[in-house]
């Protein structure tokens, strides 16, 4: 992106405060003419002192001088220090307003997006929080660079060059020709550096996500005792970084000091040329002062210059990516369809479907769900039943054929609406770090204690709930595998959806769990469209209608019973589960 992209999707940020942006620039400016006090101060007095000295002129003269001067330089000084505070407050205010609008609008907006963004490998979660937090940071730097401190700096320079002019058109030129020479040093850096800065960046990304992988995977790490091949994959990519790092120093300090010998070499010219002036009698001694601070107001600025140039760069890095992020092209496919209410017929018509990562994972998919009915999607693993709830779910929409619920296609829903009234149970159902009253209510926010306790009552928990010592307010993330399933079936009986879909709702449950658990599944199921995936017997028999999937295809469709006596892909699947589960022995053992 270059920087005049940048600067006009800036200005939509900065828009709403640009009071704020008036009221500071306005009392720099203020400080920028007060920063020139000093040096007309300073040649008054030399030149002052010289005369008095000359003439012999005591000390009387004198004193009273010193004490205007002091007054005039303590005046400037207290009005300098009320200027700079409101000019840093201000500044600060803009710049942690607008980091705040960055941050919030980021989140609005990628909670927007359709799961095959957060599916993608370029955004991971570290990846993504990375991209999020340095670009802020950069952004919001750049925001302060470009509307507080760049105008400031400039104004400052101009106005003591114009002093300098005025005094003699020689220095103001030497003046002059320093500015050029610092621009292209300073382009000729941030040009070597860039790629450095690029490389810094996508190191901070796979370093953060590497670190968040590691905590999530602890349990197997340390299981495989894997603790050193983990630290050594760490400490490569911080090798990298460092190394990186330190190019990109090195490279910096010797720019810098290419610059400060410049700078100073402007200032020894213009002492040997104010000398000169001196001496042939055209210019004063307070001259020499005058001129070399007034040159300080000119070189300091764009020794700043430097600062803002790499801000500015890293901002253009950063940006890019914070920019992909926020302009993705991943919102939902919202339709407008919201129909009276949910029959709950879904029909998949020829659909195929492929990951964005290329996996194709349904082929020509046909299947009908009628309403009130129970479905159990059957098949070995990867044979894509996770992916048509996915796609009933509109969280992935088919890359060709329909899906149509009563009559309309999914993608002419109200997303929103449609989620609304689908219920999802996961393997493993996601526990907020909260309350179980929390957890519970995040089905129905508005719901009172009552229907919280209603909900639980349903899905069999509730008097395991009151059994513990702070009851429903007690933390949910603490409780067993089995009871946070429950919490999640709670969840969903307050959400009263007609339409569910369980993905192996037990499969990470123990027998125990799993019984305790069945009583709450079934009732959830009554008197709704219901597609359950699962590896459990009972709940595969208890389906009105299966559909056997094989690699993305359906193979069968049809009852339990008609399934098993075709004898084929169905068949096969149920004797090994039944053979798995040692029947012949279970039947021994409840005979005796
Ligand atoms: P099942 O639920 O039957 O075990 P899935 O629907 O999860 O099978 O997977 C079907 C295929 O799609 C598999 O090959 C799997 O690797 C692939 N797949 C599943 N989820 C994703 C994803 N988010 N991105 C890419 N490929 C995926």
């Known amino acids: 992106m270059g920087l005049i992209a940048l600067f006009k999707k800036l200005i939509r940020y900065v828009k709403p405060y640009k009071y704020l942006v008036i009221a500071t620039l306005t009392l720099t400016f203020i400080g920028s003419f007060l920063a020139q006090v000093n040096a007309l101060v300073l040649r008054y007095t030399v030149d002052e002192l010289t005369l008095l000295a000359e003439n012999n002129n005591g000390f009387k003269e004198g004193i009273s001088l010193l004490l205007t001067i002091s007054a005039i330089l303590l005046s400037k000084e207290l009005i300098n220090a009320a200027i700079q505070y409101g000019q840093k407050y201000y500044g600060e205010k803009l710049k942690i307003y607008i980091s705040r609008d960055f941050a919030q609008q980021v989140v609005d907006k990628i909670l927007t997006y359709r799961m095959s963004f957060y599916s993608s490998p370029e ?23 470009f509307f507080i401190d760049i105008l400031p700096l400039f104004s400052n320079a101009l106005i003591a060059l114009f002093l300098m002019f005025q005094a003699n058109v020689y220095i103001g030129l030497v003046s002059v020709g320093v500015i050029p020479i610092f621009f292209y040093i300073s382009s000729l850096q941030a040009n070597k550096l860039k790629g450095f800065r690029r490389k810094m960046r996508g190191f901070r990304e796979t370093r953060n996500n590497g670190i968040i992988d590691l905590i999530s995977s602890i349990t197997v790490i340390k299981s495989f005792t894997r603790e050193d091949l983990e630290s050594k994959k760490h400490e490569d990519i911080q090798f990298d970084m460092t ?36 001496l042939n009698g055209t210019m004063s001694i307070g001259a020499i002062m005058f001129h070399i601070l007034l040159f300080n107001n000119v070189s300091a600025p764009i020794r700043e210059l430097h600062r803002i ?3 500015v760069n890293d901002a253009l890095i950063y940006s890019e990516a914070f920019f992909d992020i926020m302009d993705a092209n991943e919102t939902e496919t919202e339709g407008s369809y919201i129909p009276e209410k949910v029959v709950g017929k879904f029909e998949l018509k020829n659909v195929d479907f492929t990951y964005p990562n290329d996996t194709k994972a349904l082929f020509d998919v046909s299947a009908l769900i009628k309403p009130n009915t129970i479905n159990a999607l059957v098949g070995l693993s990867g044979a894509g039943k996770s992916t048509i709830i996915n796609l009933l779910d509109k969280f992935f929409e088919p890359s060709a054929g329909n899906i149509l619920l009563d009559g309309v296609d999914l993608k002419e829903y109200n997303t929103h609406w449609l989620r609304n009234h689908i219920g999802l149970v996961l393997q493993k159902n996601h526990i ?8 519970i209510l995040y089905g129905q926010e508005d719901a009172t204690h009552e229907e919280v306790v209603e909900a639980a009552k349903k899905a069999h928990i509730h008097d395991q709930i009151i059994d513990l010592p702070k009851g429903y307010d007690s933390k949910a993330t603490m409780l067993s595998g089995g009871q946070k399933q429950r919490v999640a079936i709670a969840r969903l009986f307050l959400k009263n959806p007609p339409i569910i879909f369980l993905d192996e709702p037990t499969a990470s449950l123990d027998a125990i769990a799993t019984e305790q658990i069945k009583k709450s599944l079934d009732s959830i199921k009554k008197g709704r469209t219901v ?31 008609e399934l098993y006596d075709n004898g084929s892909a169905y068949y096969n699947i149920f004797n090994a589960m039944a053979n798995s589960l040692n029947l012949d022995k279970i039947a021994d053992t409840l005979h005796e």
Do not use: C, M, P, W
Not at 125 to 145: A, E, F, P
Not at 432 to 439: A, D, H, P, T, V
Not at 534 to 542: E, T, V
């Open 123 to 145: 955004n991971e979660s570290g990846k993504l929080q990375t991209r999020i937090d340095l670009g802020i940071s950069s952004l919001t730097q750049l925001v302060k660079n």
């Open 243 to 278: 190394e990186n790092q330190l190019k990109t120093r090195r490279l910096s300090f010797l720019f810098n000091g290419v610059k400060v010998f410049i700078e100073q070499f402007g200032v020894v010219i213009i002492i040997v040329l104010t000398s000169y002036f001196v």
């Open 309 to 311: 140039y790499d801000e």
């Open 432 to 439: 907020f770090n909260g309350s179980i009253k929390e957890n």
């Open 531 to 561: 597609i359950i995936i699962s590896h459990s017997i009972s709940q595969i028999i208890d389906a009105e209608n299966v559909i056997v999937l094989e690699k993305g295809k359906v193979v069968e469709e049809g009852t339990h019973e």
